[in-house]
Nanobody, 120 residues
Framework: VQLQAYGGGLVQAGGSLRLSCATSGITFSGSAMGWFRQAPGKERNFVAGINYNGGRTSYTGSVKGRFTISRDNAKSTVYLQMNNLKPEDTAVYYC??????????????WGQGTQVTVSS
């Protein structure tokens, strides 16, 4: 199982980034996917999730209206479009594959993380 997250970087407040997570070794089209983030000294927290066919998404409150999760089952890739970034979005972002098709299941496989830094 491999989940390769990329697309992070340094951006000014108000800017945008698009994260991608390419996967292999999982039944991607049957798995819910999610993005989580961990800021220095803090716990890893849920950011966004999407069910197996993209029909349902979920977001943590602080990113609603700014972030969009999407997926391409043909490419076994999940994306996180991040707009209007704020300094408090600074964190390492991780993608995760869930144990089931719905985002109510449990994340079980993790990528290595990609750093997002937002300067004020």
């Amino acid at each position: 199982v491999q989940l390769q997250a990329y697309g992070g970087g340094l951006v000014q407040a108000g800017g945008s980034l698009r994260l991608s997570c390419a996967t292999s070794g999982i039944t991607f089209s049957g798995s819910a996917m999610g993005w989580f983030r961990q800021a220095p000294g803090k716990e890893r927290n849920f950011v966004a999730g999407i069910n197996y066919n993209g029909g349902r998404t979920s977001y943590t409150g602080s990113v609603k209206g700014r972030f969009t999760i999407s997926r391409d089952n043909a490419k076994s890739t999940v994306y996180l479009q991040m707009n209007n970034l704020k300094p408090e979005d600074t964190a390492v972002y991780y993608c995760a594959a869930y144990s089931g098709a719905l985002i109510t299941s449990t994340p079980v496989d993790w990528g290595q993380g990609t750093q997002v830094t937002v300067s004020s």
